[in-house]
């Protein structure tokens, strides 16, 4: 490569010696007039509430980074509403915006403070949860407000009051039970779905690997797994609310149990058995090192009918010194044994992959592996990142290699994996699939294969939440198109619950809802709960209503005095 085409490829990092100055650029231009930066405007005054009825204030949450962080919103959303909190999706009109962070990349962490920034200026007031707060509390655009840990989020309700009055309320403890560190808050909590067919659960915290750039450890924890009847107990309920996919989730979900003397696949044996018939389930990231051990087993699992084939195993390199450096504990020979064993017992297995371009060190030879490893099994799902120094990492200190050979590298791994068409093969085939979503641009309903493969499909009335016969008709680089070939009467509900049932406690089976706002769909209510089934919430409803006559009695008693 040239001296010149390597200048084109990256010339908004470099700065010649030749190119010209600002004094220069300006110097024959007499018109040109320095103008004073306008101030920053000042913040608009909060309002500060000093009773708390609920009902009366409006939320708004929004959530970056990884499937765990959306179940935990979906949690602090749901005890909100409970409360009688209302959510709303216009944060102009919210009184209060939670916000929950994600701490995996520098540029997240940006947008998550300007959003920050943003709500303080519009006079909002600002409740911060996730895995940002928890892993560098004392951050200066933290100060002031209020903090919920990602353990404490059951707490939610009494921070974003406390809040509203105008106070700031930090809960970052770790929560623990006979000296155990636990993984979380129960997983019965009420909950507001984003998508009410998808249900997520995290099934351990925390992780047991020292990777050198990650800063998620730091927020997370070590290791903590839920106990394996809580998990499912809460898939059981999910069913009987009229989930139809179930997502389990964690930073790794290969370690599970190993603190707890169970593994993950014991787990999933029991999750396949009450999973009931039309529905999936589609277990979460793990790292190469803790399912090696499990092959068999979760060859078995992945290959079950109401499983996804489907598993994401991030490699982040394809050169063992890189990974060495990384301290990912495995070697891309362990990686490579984990997908050829997987691909032979499980034929058309999805494998989704990420890598790191340009970490500390990497040498155009170490780079040339990795283009080589993603050459080879051309993975449909690949996840490319360029390197960023989080603070605190052991990586923030290694020497950097330069930015623009980082992008070059980037660039060169993202054309090869555009050079390769994954579903070119597909057209005419017939599948079985499960539509759950709605399309970005609310042209399709979204459905998924066997093998988590996205298959769009035309928007029939009542089509979600439903197995369908398709046929594929095209495809692109990233999804399928496809037509239905059975009529409404053979698509199939998942169904855990008998007729009488639903006639008799009002549930809804995998609902259907209709998009009418052009947002994306909305996850402000799920399928009743009938409270013989849930005392939780039946108690839930009994402490409200006492204290909201607690609050008018005690307020006509002060007026009176």
Request: include cysteine; charged fraction near 25%.
């Amino acid at each position: 490569m040239s001296a010149c085409s390597e200048i084109i490829d990256d010339i908004e990092d470099l700065i010649s010696s030749q190119d010209i100055t600002p004094k220069e650029r300006y110097a024959n231009r007499k018109d040109v007039t320095v103008r004073m930066k306008k101030a920053d405007k000042a913040p608009k005054e909060k309002p500060i509430f000093q009773s708390i009825v609920p009902g009366t204030q409006r939320i708004y949450v929004k959530t970056w980074g990884c499937a765990h962080n959306n179940s935990d919103s979906e949690y602090m959303a749901g005890q909100l509403s409970a409360f009688g909190y209302n959510l709303v999706d216009d944060k102009s009109a919210a009184d209060l915006w939670l916000l929950n962070s994600c701490t995996v990349k520098n540029p997240s962490e940006d947008t998550f403070r300007n959003e920050i920034e943003a709500g303080v200026a519009e006079g909002k007031h600002v409740v911060v949860a996730g895995c940002v707060p928890q892993g560098a509390p004392k951050s200066e655009y933290l100060r002031g407000l209020s903090v919920i840990g990602v353990q404490q989020i059951d707490r939610v309700v009494e921070v974003v009051e406390e809040t509203l009055k105008g106070h700031s309320v930090r809960l970052l403890q770790p929560k623990k039970e006979a000296g155990r560190r636990l993984a979380g808050p129960r997983l019965a909590l009420p909950k507001v779905r984003k998508n009410p067919l998808i249900e997520i659960i995290p099934i351990n915290s925390g992780c047991l690997n020292q990777c050198t750039y990650c800063k998620t450890k730091h927020a997370r924890g070590d290791l903590a797994s839920y106990d394996p009847e809580e998990i499912v107990d809460r898939a059981r309920q999910a069913f009987r609310e009229g989930v139809c996919e179930l997502w389990l989730t964690s930073e790794d979900t290969g370690t599970y149990g190993r603190d707890i003397g169970t593994s993950l696949p014991a787990l999933l044996w029991r999750l396949v058995e009450v999973i009931p018939e039309g529905c999936m389930m589609r277990v979460g990231m793990t790292n190469p090192p803790y399912i090696l051990e499990h092959l068999e087993e979760m060859a078995k699992i992945l290959a079950h009918p109401r499983v996804y084939a489907f598993l994401h195993v991030p490699v982040q390199s394809g050169s063992d010194s890189i990974l060495a450096a990384m301290k990912r504990e495995y070697c891309r020979e362990d990686f490579e044994r984990v997908v050829d064993f997987l691909r032979e017992r499980v034929p058309g297995l999805t494998i989704a992959t990420d890598i790191i371009c340009g970490f500390p060190g990497e040498t155009e030879a170490d780079f040339a592996e990795t283009v080589d490893l993603c050459g080879k099994y051309e993975f449909p799902s690949l996840f490319i990142n360029q390197f960023f120094p989080r603070p605190g990492t052991p990586a923030a200190r290694m020497p950097r290699i330069p930015a623009n050979l980082v992008k070059t590298r980037t660039k060169r791994l993202t054309e090869l994996f555009n050079s390769y068409e994954p579903y070119r093969n597909r057209v005419g085939v017939e599948q079985t699939v499960l539509v759950t979503e709605i399309s970005h641009d609310k042209r399709f309903y979204v459905a998924h294969n066997k093998f988590y493969e996205q298959v769009l499909v035309p928007m029939r009335e009542n089509l979600l939440g439903k197995s369908v016969t398709v046929r594929i008709v095209s495809a692109t680089k990233f999804s399928m198109q496809a037509e239905i070939l059975d009529s409404e009467a053979s698509w199939k509900a998942c169904s855990v619950i008998s007729e009488e049932n639903k006639l008799q406690n009002g549930y809804i089976n995998c609902p259907d809802f209709e998009d009418t706002s052009g947002q994306e769909p909305p996850g402000q209510a799920i399928a009743p709960v009938p409270l013989n089934q849930s005392p939780l919430l039946a108690y839930a409803i009994i402490a409200l209503l006492l204290a909201i006559v607690y609050r008018f009695a005690w307020k006509i008693v002060t007026e009176a005095q």
